[in-house]
């Protein structure tokens, strides 16, 4: 493309190129391997180490336009792999040789900062001297201010702690080549945008830098950020279905908001998922659903922005350990949480906005592993579902929700099959000759077995039934102990023939208790 005509050493017009990637028409653009965008050796290594062969479509169409020095506004939604797009070409035009800042990359929270320093620190794993320090609030700042005068190329952190270091002189500019504005709609929607336009001010005092952003939408406020700070920019737009969607099974739960709870309580059980990741809309809602979820056996905690920067460690190192296995959380919080083992997402409230949508499914079937999606709606608030499926063009199957028999008889299935294993593996003269010597001419031996199943199998209480209201009713009650199995006893063939049959710790659909 020409250049622009230019006024007092200004661009009088700066034009965006467009580079339209369509995923669902003949303009369909291929991914082709690493290997052939130009990428030097120790990143391809760093990248074969990660599991990834292929370039996801905006990578093919990003990494080797940043690599020539362009500015480059992409247009992509979460999941699409837009963090190496613009992490590997920063790692090839950085020198490791210099100890100053050479790149700035801005992300909306604290979490997504740390989970784009670690993008940064796992795709540098084969280059020597390469330093990536995070800033940001909840941490002190006199670790990171040394951190960076030992001599740091990459800064990753949010737009007010990135000031903080500005104003106070420990973070110099005068090296840097790059800065990035990770998921720029998000910093806008949360206030920063006179943040943003302060650092890009500052690291344009001496001479212009190469200027990169990411961002879900194209709103005017971005727009008009690139018309200020931006030169001659490259137009990267991946259209189509976003491939967050890729592997997630998407329901719709019919249920009244009195049942929200209970419901997902239900499918938790049927479906014996381990790890779960719970989206409401407020705080509040967040804390009172923790209450509700702990009050029925689920080991669960909420993320939340009141909560400081040390305890949403502390809860996102248990959920990641799966010493809690219910994580319920707001959109702002969520952003950057990554793990990969989540097989469950579920939409207590449905989200206010399509994007919001895709970043919250796309927490789950993570790494090429498949997952699932329930969101909850009734009434009314089916024209939003409606909504988010025009605008990113799917279709949500609509499920009922699940009685309580359901539960019992997939709990009655899962134990059954257990009881098959255990047949399977043998080991039971002992507990046969046991069982032979209750058997009597009273009592026939499948008497016996079915005295020693109804001993197991407890009562259900404290449930909903399908009109929200109290039953004492049969259902699993799920405490506490729904955690992961324990190591069987040395001594554990020596425990009386019953000992087998009573509720042990640990997963499984048939020992899942809720008070």
Not at 118 to 124: A, H, N, P, Q, V
């Amino acid at each position: 493309m020409t250049g622009s005509r230019k006024t007092g050493g200004l661009p009088a017009c700066r034009l965006c190129r467009a580079v339209n990637l369509y995923s669902n028409t003949t303009r369909k653009v291929n991914t082709i391997p690493f290997a052939d965008l130009g990428i030097s050796t120790p990143i391809l290594n760093a990248i074969s180490d990660m599991g990834f062969e292929a370039a996801t479509k905006i990578q093919t169409a990003a990494i080797p336009i940043i690599m020539e020095g362009r500015d480059v506004a992409g247009q992509a939604q979460t999941g699409t792999g837009k963090t190496a797009a613009f992490a590997i070409p920063v790692l090839e035009r950085i020198d490791p040789q210099s100890k100053n800042v050479q790149a700035i990359v801005m992300c909306p929270t604290r979490e997504l900062a740390v989970q784009v320093t670690g993008e940064f620190i796992k795709l540098s794993g084969y280059m020597d001297g390469v330093k990536i320090t995070p800033v940001y609030g909840g941490q002190p700042i006199s670790r990171q201010i040394k951190q960076i005068k030992s001599g740091t190329q990459i800064v990753v952190g949010t737009p007010g702690r990135v000031i903080d270091h500005l104003k106070r002189g420990t973070l110099q500019l005068k090296n840097l080549k790059m800065v990035i504005l990770d998921e720029a709609d998000e910093m806008l929607n949360m206030g920063f945008r006179d943040d943003i336009e302060t650092i890009l001010g500052f690291s344009s005092e001496d001479s212009p830098k190469q200027t990169i952003m990411f961002s879900a939408t194209m709103s005017k406020d971005i727009k008009r950020i690139m018309s200020r700070y931006f030169t001659n920019p490259e137009m990267i737009k991946v259209e189509g279905k976003a491939p967050a969607a890729d592997g997630i099974e998407q329901f719709i739960v019919e249920a009244r908001d009195s049942m929200r709870t209970e419901g997902i309580c239900r499918l938790l059980d049927i479906n014996d998922y381990k790890l779960a990741l719970i989206f409401c809309n407020t705080k509040r809602k967040c804390d009172s659903l923790v209450g509700e979820m702990q009050s029925r056996g689920y080991s669960s905690d909420a993320l939340h922005g009141d909560m400081s920067q040390n305890i949403r460690d502390k809860v996102m190192d248990k959920f990641r350990t799966g010493k809690i296995e219910v994580l319920i959380a707001t959109d702002v919080a969520a952003r950057g949480l990554d793990v990969d083992d989540i097989d469950v997402v579920f939409n207590y409230d449905i989200p206010q906005d399509p994007e919001y949508y895709v970043h919250r499914i796309g927490r789950t079937g993570r790494a090429g592993r498949e997952g699932v999606a329930y969101t909850f709606s009734s009434g009314r608030k089916n024209k939003n579902l409606r909504y988010i499926e025009n605008n990113l063009k799917i279709k949500l199957k609509t499920i009922a929700l699940p009685s309580i028999k359901d539960v019992e008889d997939s709990l009655m299935d899962a134990f059954q099959d257990e009881v098959v294993k255990t047949l399977e593996t043998g080991g039971l003269r002992p507990y046969i000759e046991q069982v032979e010597s209750l058997a009597s001419d009273k009592y026939t031996p499948i008497e016996v077995a079915a005295a020693l199943l109804k001993m197991t199998k407890k009562p259900l209480k404290n449930s909903d039934n399908d009109n929200g209201r109290a039953t004492q009713q049969s259902r699993p009650v799920s405490g506490t102990d729904r955690s992961r199995p324990k190591k069987k006893r040395k001594n554990e063939e020596d425990q009386p023939f019953y000992s087998h049959f009573k509720q042990k710790k640990g997963k499984g659909k048939k020992n899942r208790k809720r008070r």
